[in-house]
């Protein structure tokens, strides 16, 4: 078990490097313990409560400030000095962002965005990694209806065929290829609702979040498909769709977004162009780097940095990374 780090700036006295540039923003999607029996991939994607606490503390204790995504498209457009500034942000909506991480933000006064998925708390999500991770689990080999079949005998062959059949999902250069694995899961009759219920906001709580100064919702598509897979047509339809909903809930106009996968495949020069042309302050990618003065320019397609389960704090010793992201 990692100890609170009271003595943060001791152990990483090069941490400014990693947090470099005007801001940093910290990408998390869930927060809780990992459990060993479920495959790592999916539990990677978790960052503990208590290394949650400990980043917030350290930040603190090394004179880092916290701030929201407003904050910082404004102190970016008014051209405004900042420094050692940090920003938190969820992505998705799972429930465990109000249970595990809202008490832990609250509790140290730091604001965060939450970027919503609106068919989670519609309960109406394909939580398809979810339900790949539990055939995997139950089955030794996966076969899709193209006759191409995936080893899944041990723990490793269950990870190496999660991660192959993701890059069917997610890839443009695959999109026909996803109909075999839609197949694949209705030939398991995956009960869709159960994984949405299980792990997903309720809009009464994404409400909740909303009416508290430190949170911001931001937007996340409808569907959380990739949106280089989408035609424009279809892409502005999703990215609106979910604004749409969010502000029939919260009253609040959405005004922030962020790429769903987000790697340099899933969000290019034609996803920033089109998300600059709906009036949106900012977009948020996985591209890691750190927020430079002249992204005042690049506004839709800001730089992040991951944090999950698989990041050993001392990372934080490494050099930053002030990349402008551009296409």
Known sequence: MIRPLLNFAERFPLAHRYFGGMASIIALHRVGEADPSRLAVNEEMKISPLVLENLILGLKARGHQFISIE?????????????????????????????????????????????????????????????????????????????????????????????????????????????DVAKLFNDHSVDWLAYSRQHALGWEQVWALSEDPLVTIGGHTVSHASLAQLTEVALVEDVSGAHERIKAVTGKKVEHFAYPFGGRNEARAREFSLLKSLGLKTAVTTRRGNILPAHKDHLTSLPRISFDNSVDLSILGRPSFPRLVTA
């Open 71 to 179: 904050t910082l498209w404004r102190h970016l457009v008014e051209g405004r000095p900042v420094e050692k500034a940090v920003l938190f942000s969820l992505d998705d909506g799972y429930l465990d962002n109000y249970t595990q991480a809202y008490p832990l933000f609250k509790k140290h006064s730091v604001p965060f965005t939450l970027y919503l998925t609106s068919s989670f708390p519609d309960q109406t999500a394909k939580m398809w990694w979810f339900a790949l991770e539990d055939l995997l689990l139950s089955n030794d080999e996966i076969r899709l209806s193209s006759g191409q079949v995936f080893d899944a005998s041990t723990q490793q062959d269950k990870m190496d065929t999660f991660l192959a059949i993701r890059r069917l999902m997610v890839s443009p250069s695959t999109e026909g290829r996803q109909s």
